[in-house]
Protein backbone atom coordinates (compact mmCIF):
# COMPACT_ATOMS: atom_id res chain seq x y z
CA UNK A 1 0.00 0.00 0.00
CA UNK A 2 1.46 2.97 -0.96
CA UNK A 3 0.71 6.22 1.80
CA UNK A 4 0.80 9.67 0.18
CA UNK A 5 0.68 12.76 2.21
CA UNK A 6 -0.23 16.17 0.89
CA UNK A 7 0.74 19.45 2.17
CA UNK A 8 1.44 23.38 1.05
CA UNK A 9 -2.33 24.03 0.91
CA UNK A 10 -3.88 27.09 2.12
CA UNK A 11 -5.19 30.83 1.56
CA UNK A 12 -4.08 33.33 -1.30
CA UNK A 13 -4.75 35.88 -3.19
CA UNK A 14 -6.12 36.22 -6.70
CA UNK A 15 -2.67 36.14 -8.66
CA UNK A 16 -0.78 34.68 -6.41
CA UNK A 17 1.13 31.25 -6.36
CA UNK A 18 1.25 27.98 -4.44
CA UNK A 19 3.28 24.80 -4.32
CA UNK A 20 1.90 21.69 -3.32
CA UNK A 21 3.81 18.74 -2.07
CA UNK A 22 3.23 14.87 -2.27
CA UNK A 23 5.44 12.40 -0.27
CA UNK A 24 5.22 9.09 -0.85
CA UNK A 25 5.92 6.28 1.00
CA UNK A 26 7.61 4.34 -1.62
CA UNK A 27 10.08 4.90 -4.74
CA UNK A 28 8.19 7.29 -6.97
CA UNK A 29 10.10 6.07 -10.04
CA UNK A 30 8.43 2.69 -9.49
CA UNK A 31 5.07 4.21 -10.02
CA UNK A 32 3.52 4.31 -13.77
CA UNK A 33 1.98 7.85 -13.09
CA UNK A 34 1.65 10.30 -10.37
CA UNK A 35 -0.29 13.48 -10.34
CA UNK A 36 -2.85 15.48 -9.12
CA UNK A 37 -6.78 16.21 -9.49
CA UNK A 38 -9.16 18.39 -7.52
CA UNK A 39 -12.69 19.09 -6.54
CA UNK A 40 -14.38 21.86 -5.79
CA UNK A 41 -17.43 22.31 -3.60
CA UNK A 42 -21.01 20.54 -5.65
CA UNK A 43 -18.27 19.41 -8.80
CA UNK A 44 -16.74 16.36 -9.52
CA UNK A 45 -12.94 15.62 -9.29
CA UNK A 46 -11.11 16.66 -12.49
CA UNK A 47 -7.87 15.87 -13.39
CA UNK A 48 -4.99 18.67 -12.90
CA UNK A 49 -1.75 16.97 -14.15
CA UNK A 50 -0.12 14.04 -14.03
CA UNK A 51 3.25 13.06 -14.73
CA UNK A 52 5.19 9.92 -16.03
CA UNK A 53 8.52 9.04 -16.55
CA UNK A 54 8.78 10.25 -19.99
CA UNK A 55 5.72 12.91 -20.32
CA UNK A 56 3.72 15.95 -18.52
CA UNK A 57 -0.11 16.69 -19.27
CA UNK A 58 -1.95 18.98 -18.00
CA UNK A 59 -5.63 20.22 -17.81
CA UNK A 60 -6.22 22.79 -20.48
CA UNK A 61 -7.36 25.22 -17.39
CA UNK A 62 -4.26 25.22 -15.94
CA UNK A 63 -2.05 24.99 -18.81
CA UNK A 64 0.97 27.78 -18.91
CA UNK A 65 0.15 28.05 -14.93
CA UNK A 66 0.82 25.17 -13.32
CA UNK A 67 3.77 22.74 -13.52
CA UNK A 68 3.51 19.40 -12.21
CA UNK A 69 7.49 18.05 -11.64
CA UNK A 70 8.91 14.95 -9.05
CA UNK A 71 11.92 14.55 -7.05
CA UNK A 72 13.21 10.47 -7.16
CA UNK A 73 15.31 11.37 -4.38
CA UNK A 74 12.76 12.70 -1.46
CA UNK A 75 10.10 10.37 -3.51
CA UNK A 76 7.90 13.13 -3.65
CA UNK A 77 5.50 14.97 -6.25
CA UNK A 78 5.21 18.71 -6.37
CA UNK A 79 2.26 21.00 -8.32
CA UNK A 80 3.59 24.61 -8.97
CA UNK A 81 0.92 26.65 -9.34
CA UNK A 82 0.81 30.45 -10.34
CA UNK A 83 -1.41 33.36 -12.05
CA UNK A 84 -3.88 31.51 -9.11
CA UNK A 85 -7.41 32.25 -9.62
CA UNK A 86 -10.56 31.98 -7.67
CA UNK A 87 -11.84 29.49 -10.31
CA UNK A 88 -8.81 27.33 -8.83
CA UNK A 89 -10.19 27.16 -5.66
CA UNK A 90 -10.54 23.18 -4.52
CA UNK A 91 -9.03 20.35 -2.38
CA UNK A 92 -6.18 19.16 -4.17
CA UNK A 93 -5.45 15.02 -4.00
CA UNK A 94 -2.16 13.76 -4.82
CA UNK A 95 -2.44 9.56 -6.92
CA UNK A 96 -0.20 7.29 -7.59
CA UNK A 97 -0.93 4.95 -10.14
CA UNK A 98 1.35 1.48 -9.96
CA UNK A 99 0.59 -2.56 -10.46
CA UNK A 100 -1.49 -2.87 -7.27
CA UNK A 101 -3.93 0.03 -8.50
CA UNK A 102 -4.64 3.54 -7.65
CA UNK A 103 -3.24 5.08 -4.75
CA UNK A 104 -4.99 8.62 -2.76
CA UNK A 105 -3.82 11.07 -0.57
CA UNK A 106 -6.13 12.89 1.55
CA UNK A 107 -6.33 15.87 -0.04
CA UNK A 108 -4.93 19.72 0.55
CA UNK A 109 -7.44 22.75 0.38
CA UNK A 110 -6.71 25.42 -1.69
CA UNK A 111 -8.34 28.65 -1.51
CA UNK A 112 -8.14 31.48 -3.73
CA UNK A 113 -9.26 34.90 -2.67
CA UNK A 114 -10.55 37.58 -5.70
Known amino acids: QVQLVESGGGLVQAGGSLRLSCAAS????????MGWYRQAPGKQREVVAV??????KYADSVKGRFTVSGDNAKNTVYLQMSSLKAEDTAVYFC?????????WGQGTQVTVSS
Open 95 to 103: YALNRVGTH
Open 51 to 56: ITSTSR
Open 26 to 33: GSIGSMAA
